[in-house]
């Protein structure tokens, strides 16, 4: 089949490039000319693990192209994917102008196609609000008198985990109200379903549009309930470890989103949980449950400032009370395996201790780059996560990359001032730190402090 996929973002790139690998056509397109010029090199603009591989192979069989005009494609294709933007509004929500910019333009390349040609599929895979469907088919309609049809169909893919995600789906869900959309579409899936397994499902548009918001504001949910249950474990002298092994254990609940961390961030929960609240407030509906997910939230990710207040008695009223301290921030990125630092909580930890006169040495495995676009010299940077810690009066992990757990401790010991470490991810046991001498606060266990 032939496809469009417009937006070259983490959505557009992963789904053009995992198009082109179950054997489409694929055109990538993006407005930014530098993204696309880039991508035409065969590098990546993201880090993703695994997305350098497939853009390669495809770009070098000729399965997948990219180019800034959107009307390069359009005549032939079979579906055209929105995957732009929808970042949130100031009265949060989600900002739409992005995605009926492409629809508008769309409209008005469909005069390239011929009056008899099948129905384009025009695919709304950006996370959008309830009636985007309708509201997306109104604006191409208002440029053309050509068949086409707009489906919902929703990503569920992780960044870090994009590709697998994308070609072993768990489901597809698809808001489509013909048998021609349902088919160009399952034609696209199928080779994925076929490898996962996962499961197929028809709805009206409506209802996918409402499915992706659902799930992530459940998963969000269980993020904030477990946090809560974390530091209420702290608070009574329990363990969270313990806790969550054994109610992940009730196949009623599951295990998955049940581990305590420093608040979600990244660039869906945050916001899509601010578009379904105002989509509640719209439709008269409120969303209690959402509200106090978003509250929590903002509490959670205030949790390793709090405890380093506590460390090293910071009293409110006395000004940069952490003067002459320096800390070592390991991970930037809001979650492991990726560069994106969207809503990252350590960017608020940054703030934090800076505004409490602390100087910071920040490492991550890919944000870098990101970090020092955002925030220049507010930080210092270390290009390993042992130089991070030379001469710090504490290390403070954030993000849960694999090579901080696997860390030679001793070694860091050495480069630190004190054995002070506050773990924002569980990383290690307390026991376990007891025993190598160190000071060690985590989320839902005890506090170890060296003798
Ligand atoms: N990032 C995720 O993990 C994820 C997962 C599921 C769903 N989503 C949703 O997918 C959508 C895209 O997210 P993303 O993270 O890929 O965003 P992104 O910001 O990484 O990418 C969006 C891309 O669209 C391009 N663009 C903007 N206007 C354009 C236009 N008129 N024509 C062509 N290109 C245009 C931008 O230049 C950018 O490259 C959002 O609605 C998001 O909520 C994201």
């Not at 294709?77 to 333009?105: H, N, R, W």
């Not at 390991?330 to 909580?345: Q, V």
């Not at 990359?401 to 010991?413: G, N, S, V």
Request: glycine share 8%.
């Amino acid at each position: 089949m032939q496809v469009l996929v417009i937006g070259s973002g983490y959505v557009g790139l992963v789904a053009a490039t995992c198009f082109a690998e179950a054997g489409h056509q694929v055109l990538g397109i993006d407005v930014d000319a530098a993204k696309v010029a880039t991508l035409a090199k065969g590098e990546s603009p993201i880090f993703e693990p695994g997305l350098d591989d497939l853009l390669t192979k495809h770009l070098t069989s000729g399965a997948l192209r990219f180019t800034t005009d959107l009307q390069a494609g359009i005549a032939e294709a079979d579906a055209a994917f929105i995957c732009v933007g929808t970042p949130q509004s100031e009265d949060g929500s989600a900002d739409m102008k992005y995605v009926l910019a492409v629809a508008s333009q769309i409209g008005q390349a469909m005069a390239l196609r011929g009056k008899d040609a099948k129905p384009l599929i025009v695919v709304d895979k950006s996370t959008v609000p309830v009636g985007t469907a309708a509201r997306v088919h109104a604006e191409i309609a208002a440029h053309t008198d050509r068949a086409f049809e707009v489906v919902s169909n929703p990503e569920f893919l992780r960044e870090g985990s994009a590709i697998s995600d994308f070609l072993e789906p768990d489901r597809v869900v698809v808001g489509c109200r013909t048998d021609h959309a349902e088919a160009v579409m399952k034609g696209l899936y199928q080779p994925f379903l076929d490898r996962s397994g996962g499961k197929w499902f028809r709805m009206d548009p409506p209802s996918a549009e409402l499915t992706k918001y659902a799930a992530n504001a459940m998963l969000a949910l269980r993020i904030s309930f477990i946090n809560e249950i974390a530091n209420l474990a702290e608070a009574v002298g329990a363990d969270v470890d313990h806790v969550k092994t054994a109610i992940g254990a009730d196949h009623r609940i599951g295990p998955a989103f049940l581990n305590p961390g420093p608040g979600f961030g990244g660039s869906c929960f945050p916001k899509d949980l601010q578009a379904l609240l105002k989509v509640g407030r719209e439709y008269g509906q409120p969303m209690m449950t959402l509200a106090t997910t978003v509250e929590a939230n903002r509490h959670q990710k205030q949790v390793l400032l709090r405890k380093v207040k506590a460390h090293f008695h910071v009293k409110a009223g006395v000004p940069a009370p952490l003067k002459g301290r320096r800390f070592a921030l390991w991970g930037l990125a809001f979650k492991a395996n990726t560069d994106d630092i969207r809503e990252s909580m350590a960017l608020e930890l940054i703030d934090g201790l800076v505004n409490l006169g602390a100087e910071v040495v920040v490492h991550d495995f890919a944000a870098m780059d990101a970090v020092r676009a955002k925030i220049g010299d507010k930080v210092r940077y270390a290009a390993t996560p042992l130089e991070a810690c030379e001469g710090a009066d504490a290390l403070l992990i954030a993000t849960e990359w694999p090579d901080y757990k696997a860390a030679d401790l001793e070694t860091i010991a050495k480069a630190l001032k004190a054995r002070c470490l506050f773990d924002g991810r569980n990383l290690f046991r307390p026991e376990a730190m007891e025993a190598k001498g160190w000071t060690y606060h985590s989320l839902g266990r005890r506090t170890v402090e060296a003798k």
